[in-house]
């Protein structure tokens, strides 16, 4: 069956660095766009970013621009999400979700249970 599981969250200082994986099974990347998004403390989830599989076009949130990239990498089935210059207003739990298809444009059909990332000094 389908799962996306995250990894990769954790506690880290302003300014520092995480990087969060998706690892997908039961399907492979090479047909499905994978987009991470984020839902803070009292605030409705949010989309941070999208990694075409048709063209391998990326998409990312204005707040997140500039200091994250989403990459993939087929052998291992896992999407990341390398996270820089991380500020507190990044504090969230992150999740993973299947595009329905190759196109960021496509809704969701499969989400990950999450992981947090907590950004504090």
């Known amino acids: 069956q389908v799962q996306l599981v995250e990894s990769g969250g954790g506690l880290v200082q302003p300014g520092g660095s995480l990087r969060l994986s998706c690892a997908a099974s039961g399907f492979t990347l090479d047909y499905y766009a994978i987009g991470w998004f984020r839902e803070a403390p009292g605030k409705a989830r949010e989309g941070v970013s999208c990694l075409s599989s048709s063209d391998g076009s990326t998409y990312y949130a204005d707040s997140v621009k500039g200091r994250f990239t989403i990459s993939r990498d087929n052998a291992k089935n896992t999407v990341y999400l390398q996270m820089n210059s991380l500020k507190p207003e990044d504090t969230a739990i992150y999740y993973c979700?299947?595009?329905?298809?190759?196109?960021?444009?496509?809704?969701?059909?499969?989400w990950g249970k999450g992981t947090l990332v907590t950004v504090s000094s």
């Open positions: 979700a299947r595009k329905k298809g190759g196109e960021c444009s496509t809704g969701m059909d499969y």
